[in-house]
């Protein structure tokens, strides 16, 4: 994969989006605030991944209700909008975008807050490297080598 470089948000037009967002359940109000906040965030791109970054005011306040500082807030989609995402480049992703240092997940939510609507993936994380979550491995292990009863592909 190579590294992202900063491009340009294609914003659709506003009644399509409007429309569809209502068709999907969506208040119009919160629609409306997510379409006024398209543009705002970062754009990242190569030639196999787009990535929307959002920085904390740029996160909308339904979703970071707590207003949670340094939160980052990660929207990454294959180009070709295809599904799956290798979890290798969503780490190369994240550490290039928030910093080898900094923590981010992806939240599996509870079924009445899932969207899913396209073939988007979600991390949330920090920009500090002093903010870590309270789970996770104590410490990493790296290998492409066969380990005890696994498999792992090169590096």
């Known amino acids: 994969m190579s590294p992202l470089k900063p491009g340009e948000t294609i914003r659709p037009p ?11 359940g969506i208040p119009r109000a919160l629609a409306k605030r997510m379409y006024n906040n398209l543009g705002t965030q970062e754009t990242w791109l190569n030639e196999k991944y ?5 920085r904390d005011s740029q996160i909308p306040p339904d979703m970071n209700p707590n207003q949670m500082k340094d939160l980052v807030w990660l929207s990454i989609r294959r180009q070709d909008r295809g599904h799956l995402i290798d979890w290798r480049d969503l780490q190369a992703i994240k550490n290039q975008l928030l910093g080898t240092e900094a923590e981010a997940v992806q939240l599996f939510p509870s079924q009445h807050r ?12 920090f920009s500090s490297k002093e903010k870590q979550f309270p789970f996770g491995f104590p410490v990493g292990a790296v290998t492409d080598k066969e380990f005890i009863n696994t498999k792992q592909r090169a590096l």
């Open 14 to 24: 506003v009644k399509q989006y409007l429309k569809d967002s209502i068709a999907l």
């Open 50 to 54: 787009v990535v929307l970054v959002y």
């Open 114 to 125: 899932v969207v899913d609507t396209s073939n988007q993936f979600h991390l949330f994380g």
